[in-house]
């Protein structure tokens, strides 16, 4: 097929287009580069430097979908900067959408995320469960998501959304290098390469069994492979909702023994107060897509996730 990946060259985007790139597809990169590396374009795919917002003349060469990662995408940030994230998240959509409408491109398969869900009633959460979202972050992406029913009942678009979970480790070179980076295994494994001091642990207050907050984590490799499936499974008129997780939550302080296990390093860990808006427990059901599109984690062990990784971030510093 010949594909759109928007933000092809962030850290999910990247792993998505190479897999693609391998599959055969004949794959384009629109990325404006405002958090990605031009370098993570991986190998046989173009690239074209741009914003979603003015894609039209791309799309008029002809495509037969877009796979949409372009977006901002930290909590605390929308937070603080909550037009940003509109704008970005659903202005920029709306307007990939209608141009994809104008070009006649018939398929989306576009990123949502847990934080479409805020705080869960229950855990593993499903895809029928309640959507509060407690951030801007969250809000903006379930808008997509409400938008992309809205195309395809109307103009028989084939969207899938993929609701994802923590998602960590690295697929060959292609690991997570953000300028501002605060997710909790990138964090970490940079405490063990001596790039910072110690690891802040936001709360140890939280109702779970060591009192520090629950994730479920998931391979970046094992969620590409759900875009491949996912693209394959689109229907016209139909929006598909999805979540993805491997079902199985680990403590922030489990997080952080398994990385001192996998490098063999010291952690100095320094407790600090909760960070507002993180719920205690996500913990994904993915039982939806297992079922429906016969989607299978290859990786879904803590260790392998964090092991993967190591060696990516090791190999981006030449050690
Ligand atoms: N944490 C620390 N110290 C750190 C970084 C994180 O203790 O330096 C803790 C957080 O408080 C949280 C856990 O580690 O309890 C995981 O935090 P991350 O920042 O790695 O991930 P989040 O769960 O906050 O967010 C991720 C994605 C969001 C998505 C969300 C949905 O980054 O985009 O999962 O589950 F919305």
């Not at 998602?167 to 063990?192: D, M, Q, S, W």
Request: charged share 20%.
């Amino acid at each position: 097929m010949r594909l759109l990946v928007t933000g092809g060259a962030g850290y999910i985007g990247s792993v998505v287009a190479a897999q693609l790139v391998e599959e055969g597809h004949d794959v384009t990169v629109l990325d404006d580069l405002s958090t990605g590396h031009a370098d993570a374009v991986p190998e046989g795919a173009r690239f074209v430097r741009g914003s979603i917002t003015d894609a039209g003349g791309l799309l008029a060469e002809g495509f037969d979908a877009v796979l949409h990662f372009a977006a901002k995408s930290l909590v605390g940030e929308s937070v603080e900067r909550p037009g940003e994230y509109w704008a970005c998240n659903l202005g920029g959509t709306l307007a990939l959408l209608e141009a994809m409408r104008a070009a006649g491109v018939p398929r989306i398969v576009f990123s949502s995320t847990a934080a479409v869900y805020g705080e869960p009633e229950r855990v593993p959460i499903e895809e029928t469960d309640p959507t509060r979202p407690a951030s801007p972050y969250g809000a903006s992406k379930l808008a997509v998501d409400t938008a992309l029913t809205a195309f395809a009942g109307l103009y028989g678009l084939a969207a899938v959304s993929l609701r994802y979970f923590n998602v960590a480790g690295a697929y060959g070179r292609f690991c997570e290098r953000h300028a501002v980076e605060t997710h909790l295994i990138p964090n970490v494994l940079k405490v063990a390469l001596g790039e910072r001091e110690s690891v802040s642990l936001f709360g140890t207050d939280y109702p779970t069994e060591d009192g520090t907050c629950v994730r479920d984590y998931l391979h970046v490799a094992d969620l590409a492979r759900a875009h491949l499936l996912a693209l394959r499974a689109c229907t016209p008129g139909t929006h598909r909702i999805y979540n993805l997780g491997n079902g199985t939550g680990f403590s922030v302080k489990e997080v952080i023994d398994v990385c001192r296990e996998v490098t063999g390093r010291p952690i100095p860990v320094v407790v600090g107060p909760r960070r507002p808006g993180d719920p205690a427990v996500l913990v994904a059901s993915a039982e939806k897509i297992k079922r429906e599109l016969g989607w299978k984690p290859e990786r879904p062990g803590l260790h392998e996730i964090v092991a993967d990784a190591w060696e990516a971030m090791l190999r981006l510093r030449g050690a």
